[in-house]
Structures are given as C-alpha cells and as structure tokens.
C-alpha cells in the first residue's frame, strides 16, 4: 500500500542522484532542507511580528479568520521542518506516518489562502481603479503556484529528489507574504519587482547545493524557476491593468452591497470644506469645479463621492470619510476608514 510522505523527505527509495554514498556522506547534502526550513520561520518572524504588534495594539483590525489562516501557515512551517528534521536523522517510518497528516494540512493551506483572498476582496468591496486588485495577482499566483508544487510533490513522493525539491519550492512560494512585510529591505516598497527578486533570491542556495551535488541544476530546480519567473514576468506586466480590475470587479459585484451615489449640493458640500488633522498632518478637502477632493500635502487631488452629506468616499481607493458634526451643527472631525485602520482628524481652525 501506498503512503505519503511530506515537506523536504523521502518516502521510498531516492533516484540515482541521492543513492550515491558519495554525495550521502557530505553534511551539507544532509543538512541543506533543514537549513532552509529553519530560515522560512525566520523569514516569516521578521514579516509578521510588527504587523501582530499593531493588531494586538487595536490600531489595526482583521477579521478572526485571518487569524485561523496565520495558525494552519505556522503549523505548516513546522511540520516542513519536522520532517526535515526525520529524514535527515533517517526516521522515515515517522515520516511517512506524519507524511499522512500533512497532506491533509497542505489541503488546509491551500483553502484558506483563497478563502482570505476572496473574504478580504468581498468584504472590503474596493473601487474599481483600487490597488487591492493588484494585490490579488500575487495572491493568485501564490495559490496557483502552491497547489502545483504541492501536488506534484505527493504524486512523485516515490522520487525523493524530486519530492523534497517540490515541498520547497511549494513552501518557499508562500514566503512571499512574509517578505513583502521585511520594510527594512532596501527598495521593498519601491514595487512589486523588488519583491519578486527578493523572494527569487531564495533560489540562489538551491542552485548553488545542485551544482555542488552534482555539477548540474536539478530538473525540478530549473523547472521550478521557470515557472515563478514566467508568473512573476505576467504579474509585472498586468499590473494596474485596467481590464484586469475591471474583471474582478465584476466579479464581486454581486457579492457586494452597491453603493448609492447622492449628488450633493454647494449648501450641502460647504461645511466639509476646509483642513484636518493636527500640527505633524493634516488633509484638505476642496471643491473645484463643482467636485468635491481630498489632497494630502505633495500629493495628487482624490476626487470623493458621496453618500450622504456626511459619508463620502474616495473614487480611486479604499477610503471612506465620515464626517462629524456638533451641537452646533458644524462638522469638528473626519472619522476615515481605510480597511482595517480607522482613525479620527480633527477640524483645523
């Protein structure tokens, strides 16, 4: 009978590569999965803990599934270096046992990387010219590339070259969220080419241990870099695409509450007029030319819509204004709402 085997190991005898004494005896050959399933939780502790730090501090809110995503990733994380670790030290009957469990763990990370990425895509209900859809190519392309890797992994389990290069690669694409998270690196925030060549440099280790195993690059290696470089060559090109957006948007649409645009008018639109916020920011809204905008200093005009004379939005992004009013019946702050964050700005005398 069959039986799985998961992340970095070997379920049955390896090729002919790894069956060499030779290249079995070297620390380096026994040692690299290992290595590079201690650095992924590295990776993901330097991404996510300052994110955690701001939810835990209220500033930032997320939806409780988000959390249940983040625990089904971590535990993936550790049981890749788990089984690292037992076909390493040559426990494969544990392995394979475990082997079993990760399958259906694998399945797990699958569903709720696209339960995340829709929710997060319904639930914000994002304008059409919105970067978030954007944001959904490297999500998709995660997914995409996580399910081949995966799969192609268990299906060929009985090869262990191929197997453990699969499970690293399917593992290594997901790290993807971790590293565009890193806002030390230089140029991170610079677009999405960095990113990539960041992640792309994860590769590096895995050609250098091929050349230095056997003086060649591996098929599922050169295969593998293949198909990131290709997705990620799309993504760059049809990123802001405007067809793409408006695909999408079509397609959340009937999932979404419609907005109802109100006109409003120059009595209406007077007492938002002005500047808020403080002595560090401060944002103005203006009318020009019978539209009403918000600018932030150095930036272009946003043009808002409306829903009422007090709930307006912006037509290019993900930014609601609810503004406030006093006894007096003049508005004192602006409550915005991007997403998750939402913060007050009070009227500027």
Same mark, same amino acid.
Not at 245 to 248: A, L
Not at 269 to 278: I, K, N, Q
Not at 281 to 297: A, G
């Given at each position: 009978?069959n039986?799985f085997?998961?992340?970095?190991g070997?379920?049955?005898?390896?090729s002919?590569?790894?069956?060499?004494? !030779?290249i079995?005896?070297?620390r380096?050959?026994r040692? =690299?999965?290992? $290595?590079m399933?201690?650095?992924?939780?590295?990776l993901v502790l330097?991404? =996510?803990?300052?994110d955690y730090q701001?939810?835990?501090?209220?500033?930032?809110?997320? &939806?409780?599934?988000?959390h249940? &995503?983040?625990? @089904?990733?971590?535990?993936w994380?550790?049981?890749?270096?788990?089984?690292?670790?037992?076909?390493?030290r040559?426990?494969? !009957?544990?392995h394979r046992?475990?082997?079993?469990?990760?399958?259906? +763990?694998?399945v797990?990370?699958?569903l709720?990387m696209?339960i995340?990425? =829709?929710?997060?895509?319904?639930?914000?209900?994002?304008?059409?010219a919105?970067?978030?859809?954007?944001i959904?190519? @490297?999500?998709?392309?995660?997914?995409l590339? =996580?399910?081949?890797?995966?799969?192609?992994?268990i299906?060929?389990?009985?090869?262990?070259?191929?197997?453990?290069?699969?499970?690293l690669?399917?593992?290594?694409?997901?790290?993807?969220?971790?590293?565009?998270?890193?806002?030390?690196l230089p140029g991170?925030q610079?677009?999405?080419?960095?990113?990539?060549?960041y992640?792309d440099?994860?590769?590096i280790?895995?050609?250098i241990y091929?050349?230095?195993?056997?003086?060649r690059i &591996?098929?599922?290696?050169?295969?593998?870099? +293949?198909?990131?470089?290709?997705?990620?060559v799309?993504?760059i090109?049809g990123?802001?695409?405007?067809?793409w &957006?408006?695909?999408?948007f079509?397609?959340?649409?009937?999932f979404?509450?419609?907005?109802?645009?109100?006109?409003?008018?120059?009595a209406q639109?007077?007492?938002?007029?002005?500047?808020?916020?403080?002595k560090t920011?401060?944002?103005?809204?203006?009318?020009?030319?019978?539209? +009403?905008?918000?600018?932030?200093?150095g930036?272009?005009r946003l043009? +808002?819509g409306?829903?009422?004379?007090?709930?307006l939005?912006?037509?290019?992004?993900?930014?609601?204004?609810?503004? $406030?009013?006093?006894?007096?019946?003049?508005?004192t702050?602006?409550?915005?709402?991007? @997403?998750?964050?939402?913060w007050e !700005?009070?009227?500027?005398?």
């Open positions: 009978m039986k085997s998961t992340p970095a070997t379920a049955q005898p390896a002919t590569m790894d069956q060499n004494p !030779a079995q005896s070297t380096r050959d040692y =690299f999965f290992v $290595v399933a201690v650095l992924f939780p590295i330097l991404g =996510f803990v300052p701001v939810i835990l501090s209220g500033e930032v809110k997320v &939806h409780w599934f988000t249940v &995503h983040g625990a @089904i990733m971590t535990a994380l550790g049981v890749f270096l788990m089984q690292s670790v037992l076909a390493v040559g426990k494969l !009957a544990l046992k475990l082997g079993l469990l990760s399958v259906g +763990l694998g797990l990370v699958w709720t696209g995340v990425t =829709f929710r997060a895509l319904i639930g914000n209900n994002p304008p059409m919105d970067g978030q859809f954007d959904l190519f @490297i999500q998709l392309y995660g997914m590339l =996580f399910g081949v890797f995966f799969t192609w992994g299906l060929v389990r009985k090869n262990g070259a191929s197997h453990k290069r699969l499970l690669l399917a593992t290594l694409v997901i790290m993807q969220a971790a590293i565009d998270r890193i806002r030390f991170i610079a677009g999405v080419f960095p990113r990539f060549l992640l440099a994860l590769l280790p895995l050609f091929d050349w230095l195993m056997f003086r &591996h098929t599922i290696t050169g295969l593998g870099l +293949l198909l990131i470089g290709s997705l990620q799309g993504i090109l990123w802001e695409s405007p067809v &957006h408006q695909f999408w079509n397609r959340i649409s009937p979404v509450e419609q907005v109802v645009e109100v006109k409003l008018s120059n639109t007077a007492p938002l007029l002005g500047d808020y916020g403080d920011w401060h944002m103005t809204v203006s009318h020009v030319d019978s539209l +009403l905008y918000l600018q932030l200093p930036q272009p043009e +808002l409306a829903i009422s004379d007090t709930r939005f912006v037509r290019t992004i993900n930014w609601k204004l609810l503004f $406030v009013k006093g006894p007096d019946g003049r508005v702050k602006v409550i915005n709402d991007q @997403i998750s964050i939402v !700005a009070r009227r500027l005398k």
